[in-house]
Each structure stands twice: as structure tokens, then as C-alpha cells.
């Protein structure tokens, strides 16, 4: 069984930060992409940002763009990400999710191709 935990979410002020960690076991870790997504109320999942099985390739949602930076520790298997310069609408419930195949190459940015979830944690950005 895939398990993955979410922590470091909270309430912050505009402008502030937080790192958001997933910790991964039931798989082996370095051979999937990692995925952020996020939840608003009344709004549909959508992707944050994406790494690849090595850390060597990244992709982000443009409203993240230059704000939010996805990391991976394999050894440790875990998942990061550092989220500056938050904003009100950043709001929402985060997940961290498995790449639901072995890939070589791409980070899929689509829901659908991610195979194992966490249980979310909550991030509430104050105006």
C-alpha cells in the first residue's frame, strides 16, 4: 500500500511563507514523479507543480510561477514545497501525489495519471 502524508500547512499573512513536506512509503520512491496539487472551496483540483523521478525536471502552474519551488529528497523520500509571497487566493487544501507510472520522461500535470494521494493539509492565506 502507497502511503503518503502531507504536513507543514497553516494559516499565514499575505506575503509570507510556508514549506509544505510529503512523506512517501509502499513504493519506490525514486522511480515516480511527484505531483502538488490544491483544492479551494467550491473550485475544482488543480495542479501546482510536478518533479520528475530525479529532481531534474519541474513543471508549475503559471499562477505559481516564480513563487512556489518543488524539491525531492530521494534518500529520504520525500517531497517539498516552498511556497513565497503567498497570496489569499492560494488558499485552499494541498495534496501530494504519486505518479501512477515509471516514467522516464515528463511530468504530468493531469490528476488522472497520478495513482496514489495524501490526505491533504489545509493552507489559509490571510489578507
Not at 511527484?34 to 483544492?39: A, E, L, S, T, V
Not at 503567498?86 to 494541498?94: F, G, H, M, Q, R
Request: charged fraction near 15%; proline fraction near 2%; glycine fraction near 14%.
Amino acid at each position: 500500500q502507497v502511503q503518503l502524508v502531507e504536513s507543514g500547512g497553516g494559516l499565514v499573512q499575505a506575503g509570507g511563507s510556508l514549506r509544505l513536506s510529503c512523506a512517501a512509503s509502499g513504493l519506490t520512491f525514486s522511480s515516480y514523479a511527484m505531483g502538488w496539487f490544491r483544492q479551494a472551496p467550491g473550485k475544482e483540483r488543480e495542479f501546482v507543480a510536478g518533479i520528475n523521478w530525479s529532481g531534474g525536471a519541474t513543471n508549475y502552474a503559471d499562477s505559481v510561477k516564480g513563487r512556489f519551488t518543488i524539491s525531492r529528497d530521494n534518500a529520504k523520500n520525500t517531497v517539498h514545497l516552498q511556497m513565497n509571497s503567498l497570496k489569499p487566493e492560494d488558499t485552499a487544501v494541498y495534496y501530494c501525489a504519486a505518479d501512477n507510472s515509471r516514467r522516464r520522461f515528463g511530468v504530468p500535470i493531469t490528476g488522472t495519471l497520478y495513482g496514489a494521494w495524501g490526505q491533504g493539509t489545509q493552507v489559509t492565506v490571510s489578507s
